[in-house]
């Protein structure tokens, strides 16, 4: 278990004022909040690059406070991997164990941790020709390789491509679960929060303002910022009830879904769709959206140019859509009243 | 029906006038460095080659050059030892009177070295400060000592300068990668900084040896014996003219240009690793 309590530290323009979590034996914790919130500062107190100015961290047990970084046995993965780029990639992975005099059984180590990884045919190679998700991959076989008691990640998706991004995130989850490694999970993104998060730690201005499960944050959060924060996106989870010719059926909590994708039937996956793709109406329009509910207006939020309406599928689920202020006032928007959304199969993001 | 071979419009290639004056300033210095350079190498060679034989083969003209090498390297290497880990504070530290450390060190570069080497006189003459109570023990007027605290006086801002750059282009977060995987701070710079920050080392060592290697005006004052190079070309030229110090004075440059290629060439081999 990972304590912190009370831990405070100025430094430059960031301020973490009091922070206090318990981070229980295997749990994927994500710390999200916005960039400056000093999420990535957090993370390098516990890894013991710098000293706080009070407070208490203890990983195991075992008071870190004071303790240098080599002795605290985490992995910490920077959000530009931080790959030495005068050594290739074995060396990099290799260099761990090196420090620790572990040399009889690093050969098989690599090799193990390469093949886990799928990084064994790029070992020689030097990290300047490796590409984003390539370093990721590396920089974590460097970490994994060492047997941390904690995995720390620093914006771990945030520098990788969208497509890169859904490989990765699998990655991630697979070794979680395969290895039963505490994660902690610095990131600015919701979606990535809402599917890989055993538990999340909302952090806004240098405190943390909400702790708890994905469904808590996303669904119930404790202020208004933070509900500004997390709602913003949609990710809904479901489970895939059919599948074929490139389009899925999804089933979210009782309602019938249609996405673009390709997916295996039984699977349990994230829809995320993007608030200006939903479309909302009084009665519903004839149009190519495939998908199409009726629900009750829940709430109506002027956010300049546009209009954010939060729409409650008779409990099944709730989902956030994008109006232009014109069209809000044409269509009257009143809190309670029924509406209909609908958005395109192809708008659906499954993950 | 012909192939339509379309005609490539002339392409109007005209440089831009003030690129075409920087082009002829820039072969103005050029040519400055060059000529004064060359001719006198050159001259050398065609009219009296001879007396480059002569200087060749006078030991006291080898004695000379090889002591200027000897204790420039010298130099060099006490730069290295003080030089590097001041320059690795200044490149990860910030503390009050970070700026007025900085100036004192280029300090010696902006005073004239005459002024340098009275100063050291002071402090490591017979008299000095220092060279008072260290005489029992090692003495620095008219010795090898006064001469490389000399050329490590005005030489050393060079290699400190260098090596800062080089630290400074060494993303700390490497550092604290390695940190995490286990290694103390003096692993990670040895094993991650240090080759990283190398050729900035080289590079800074090199101009460090050339400046020392090129010192006259401090060293004269502190140490007129042993003669250093530099030293013996000003003693022939006073006392015997221009063509009896001009021999050596071409000796002397063919040996340190000569090193310093062998240098380069050696180290270009070196890859770069620019942050990106």
Redesign the interface.
Known sequence: MIEIKGLHRNWKEFRLAGIDLKIRDGEYFVILGPTGAGKTLLL?LV???YQPDGGEISIGGKNVIGL???K?N???V?Q?Y?L???MNAKKNIE??MQ??GIKNRSKKAVEEIAGYLNIGHLLHRHP?TLSGGEQQRVALA??LV?DPDVLLLDEPLSALDPGTQDATRKILKSIHSDSNLTVIHVTHDQTEARILADRIAVMMDGRIVQVGTPDEVFDKPVNDEVAHFVGVENVLKGEVIESSNGVCVLDIGGKVLEAVSECAIGDTVYACLRPENVTLSKTGVNSSARNSFEGSLLEVERMGALVRAKVDMDGSFLLNAFVTNQSADELGLMCGEPVVVSFKASAVHVV | MGILIKQKPAIIKRADPLMLLFYFLSLVLLLFVFVVIANMIIGQVLTDFAGLVDAASSKPVLKSIFLSLYAGFLATMISLLLGVPTAYILARKNFTGKRFVESMLDVPVVIPHTVAGIALLTVFGANGLLGAPLQPYIQFRDAMPGIVVAMLFVSAPYLTNSAREGFKSVDPKLENAARSLGAPLWKAFVFVTLPLASRHLLIGSIMCWARAISEFGAVVMIAYYPMIGPTLIYDRYLSQGLSASRPIAVLLILVTLTIFIAVRILSAGWRVYDRD
């Open positions: 390098e890894a013991g690059f240098p970084p080599e605290r985490i992995g910490f920077y530009d931080s030495f780029p005068h260099f761990g420090m620790r300047n460097r970490v060492i």
